[in-house]
């Protein structure tokens, strides 16, 4: 697996969306990123060759491509200027936007295990100037800061994802379906009780019994509904919150491990890092550099 640097983007449970608009030169090293969160992006103008994990594809003017949390990602600029729009979210917004099964639905596109060609979505030219329109509104209304900023960029995050849904479930596309149908109950309860008791220590039988499942049924059901397993999901919101507190003036390492709910700070130095390419020491010393 190739390596890579995090991302350092202010996201909190309040302000769960950052929209970056960037332009990259032709010829910059390509430096692998990696972050908690999960990120949509749109190209204009130039060719790219796109790097998600050990695999890599052709990336067009107007290509998206979808990333889920701690996934190494880059790409190296073959033609022209790349001009680029990146949305980076919690998982949450996506669970919380609708009912629980389109939610969970939306998710798993995103972190479910996947070749590089369909984490690239290539959309018909008839919908390329909708979709750079939402991308557009949704920079614009990240750096604008009016009232109603939040509820308007989940908006306009909702109808971008649903868009792209719906035309793949028109052009007949699919991710593999292997599991029976989901108790959407069980995993709700799931969901919650690991947001509320992630800094204590879950267990599955804990988990298991809130949900009203057997340990087995939970495991295979949480893995179907999102992409991945229910520790996989606890430890990347572990460390959402653990780069939040890293990221405000005044918290060290271990007070951080801590409220993170990790029992040792070898652990959460081992978390952290496999989740953002570099150790919580440095994250801390980059921020610090960055105030």
Same mark, same amino acid.
């Given at each position: 697996m190739l390596g890579?640097?995090?991302?350092?983007?202010?996201?909190?449970?309040?302000?769960?969306?950052?929209?970056?608009?960037?332009?990259?030169?032709?010829?910059?090293p390509a430096l692998f990123e990696r972050h908690p969160y999960c990120e949509i992006s749109i190209t204009f103008e130039s060719n790219s060759m796109s790097l998600v994990g050990?695999?890599?594809?052709?990336?067009?003017?107007?290509? *998206?491509? *979808?990333?889920?949390?701690?996934?190494?990602h880059t790409s190296r600029v073959l033609s022209r200027a790349q001009k680029y729009i990146a949305v980076y979210f919690l998982p949450s917004v996506l669970i919380e936007m609708g009912p629980m099964e389109d939610g969970m639905r939306a998710l798993r596109r995103f972190t479910c295990r996947q070749p590089q060609a369909t984490r690239l979505i290539r959309p018909p030219r008839r919908m390329i100037p909708g979709l750079s329109r939402l991308f557009h509104e949704m920079a614009?209304?990240?750096?604008?800061?009016?009232?109603?900023?939040?509820?308007?960029?989940?908006?306009? *995050?909702?109808e971008l994802v649903v868009s792209i849904l719906r035309w793949e479930e028109s052009s007949g596309f699919s991710l593999p379906e292997d599991a029976p149908e989901i108790d959407w109950r069980a995993i709700t309860k799931a969901l919650n009780y690991l947001r509320e008791n992630y800094s204590q220590p879950v267990y599955a039988e804990?988990?298991?019994?809130?949900?009203?499942?057997?340990?087995?049924?939970?495991?295979?059901?949480?893995?179907?509904?999102?992409?991945?397993?229910?520790?996989?999901?606890?430890?990347?919101?572990?460390?959402?919150?653990?780069?939040?507190?890293?990221?405000?003036?005044?918290?060290?390492?271990?007070?951080?491990?801590?409220?993170a709910g990790f029992d040792s700070l070898s652990h959460f130095n081992r978390t952290f890092h496999s989740f953002m390419g570099v150790s919580p020491q440095d994250y801390l010393k980059k921020g610090k550099q960055i105030a």
């Open positions: 890579g640097v995090e991302t350092r983007q202010p996201l909190t449970e309040q302000s769960p969306i950052w929209v970056k608009r960037a332009i990259e030169p032709v010829g910059s050990n695999e890599e594809a052709l990336r067009l003017p107007g290509d *998206l491509e *979808l990333v889920g949390p701690g996934i190494p614009s209304e990240f750096s604008g800061r009016k009232f109603g900023r939040e509820i308007r960029l989940r908006s306009l *995050l909702g804990a988990l298991a019994k809130t949900s009203g499942v057997s340990e087995k049924r939970l495991r295979m059901q949480f893995k179907a509904a999102t992409g991945m397993s229910w520790m996989k999901f606890l430890q990347g919101y572990r460390i959402h919150r653990a780069s939040a507190l890293l990221s405000d003036p005044g918290h060290n390492v271990t007070e951080v491990a801590l409220a």
